[in-house]
């Protein structure tokens, strides 16, 4: 169902950038793992949602539209209205965040991006599960590192 311009501007109005209801209930939860980190980290390209910069490790919580979720199969079924604007926009994002990858990766950092809806929300255990993991990984790396 299409709705009106005015509706539609009220509903993206109220779209946030920051603390969303998934990047803040991942963060509990890798908190509740005794998980340290700071939230929208500025000091870094992108802006991660969550960075545990003690190890090296940056979460990005991506929205499906905003970030091209499963894009190829269908961006001319969810994009109905001023096409010429939004596809190209979306495309842009989707670039930027493999930018925003290469170069937070060539600076040592691991890299770890959620889908909001269909990780986040769907299996918030696996997500936490691949935070640690992660942790843990790059633990034993700096832990190499310090010993040569």
Same mark, same amino acid.
């Given at each position: ?94 670039? #930027?965040?493999? &930018?925003?990858?290469?170069?937070? *990766? +060539? @600076?040592?950092?691991? =890299?770890? #991006?959620?889908? &909001?809806?269909?990780?986040?929300? *769907? +299996? @918030?255990?696996?997500? =936490?599960?691949?935070?640690? &993991?992660?942790?843990?990984?790059? *633990? ?9």
């Amino acid at each position: 169902m299409a709705e009106s311009k005015a509706c539609r501007s009220k509903m993206m109005s109220k779209i946030r950038a920051t603390g969303g209801k998934a990047e803040t209930q991942l963060a509990k939860a890798l908190w509740h793992e005794g998980v340290r980190y700071f939230k929208n980290y500025k000091k870094l390209p992108g802006s991660p949602d969550i960075a545990i910069t003690k190890y090296k490790v940056l979460v990005f919580v991506d929205g499906e539209f905003w970030h091209g979720y499963d894009w190829e199969n269908v961006k001319k079924q969810r994009i109905h209205t001023n096409r010429d604007y939004w596809i190209p926009k979306l495309e842009r994002n989707m670039e #930027r965040d493999q &930018e925003v990858n290469q170069t937070l *990766k +060539d @600076m040592g950092y691991t =890299v770890i #991006r959620f889908w &909001e809806k269909h990780e986040v929300f *769907k +299996d @918030m255990d696996d997500c =936490v599960n691949q935070v640690l &993991e992660a942790i843990e990984q790059n *633990k034993k790396q700096m832990e190499k590192e310090k010993q040569k």
